[in-house]
């Protein structure tokens, strides 16, 4: 398996755009995680889904992200309108079944917003 | 304070030196994973466990739930081992919930 594909890998975009960020899980898992690390911060879990079902959303920052798993290979973080404190690496981690087992992490995704 | 506190923040070593990174924290939980962040950013998942003591390769990952505490050993440690160390835990309050909880992690560098 490829593992946990992300994409894109850097992405530089203005202030006020919006930012699609995609990740592909392993294939089998059943629940997907979007996290944010930033330097102040450390990392956070924005939100997460089970069996393509959004379960904890109380990461999400504000209303300006969204994030959307419309089937078991895909999920998209949306960020509408961009904002410099966005600025982030953003990680997507899958794993099978209620966290029982190990979160396998993708390459991640560095978000700049100028 | 935070619910899980890794100690110490910064850690330097010499090449074959045995290294101990702590993780104590607040919560009941249902399981502890110890995960690794080399400078290039990517994130591995090193251990999860929930009781006793794990071991893989130089690794041991060992875990006292009565006392909240976890600890992660590398024996020989080697320049390869530089990497930021991140404990993480699953809380047991809400058995519905697989959200973790991170610690802020321990940077740590070998020098050969």
């Known amino acids: 398996d490829a593992g946990v594909i992300q994409s894109p890998r850097h992405e530089v975009t203005e202030m006020g755009q919006e930012v699609t960020l995609r990740c592909k899980p392993i294939?089998?898992?059943?629940?997907l995680f979007w996290y944010r690390q930033t330097m102040m911060r450390g990392l956070e879990l924005l939100i997460y889904?089970?069996?393509?079902?959004?379960?904890?959303d109380s990461g999400m920052p504000e209303d300006r992200f969204s994030a959307k798993m419309p089937n078991a290979s895909f999920s998209t973080l949306k960020i509408q309108p961009s904002e410099p404190r966005d600025s982030a690496v953003y990680f997507c981690?899958?794993?099978?079944?209620?966290?029982?087992?190990?979160?396998?992490f993708g390459p991640g995704t560095r978000l700049t917003v100028t | 304070k935070n619910e899980v506190e890794q100690s110490p923040q910064n850690l330097t070593a010499q090449e074959g030196e045995f290294i101990t990174i702590n993780c104590s924290y607040s919560?009941?939980?249902?399981?502890l994973h110890w995960l690794q962040q080399h400078p290039g950013g990517g994130i591995v998942s090193l251990f999860m466990?929930?009781?006793g003591k794990k071991k893989h390769g130089r690794l041991i990952a060992t875990i006292n739930i009565q006392e909240k505490h976890s600890s992660l050993h590398i024996t020989a440690s080697h320049p390869r081992d530089s990497a930021v160390y991140i404990c993480?835990?699953?809380?047991?309050?809400?058995?519905?919930?697989?959200?973790?909880?991170f610690g802020t992690g321990t940077r740590l560098q070998v020098f050969p």
């Open positions: 981690a899958s794993t099978f079944d209620r966290g029982l087992y190990e979160q396998y």
């Open positions: 294939s089998g898992h059943n629940s």
């Open positions: 889904f089970n069996n393509n079902v959004p379960i904890d």
């Open positions: 919560v009941g939980i249902s399981a």
């Open positions: 466990l929930s009781s």
């Open positions: 993480a835990v699953r809380p047991a309050r809400s058995y519905n919930t697989d959200k973790l909880i």
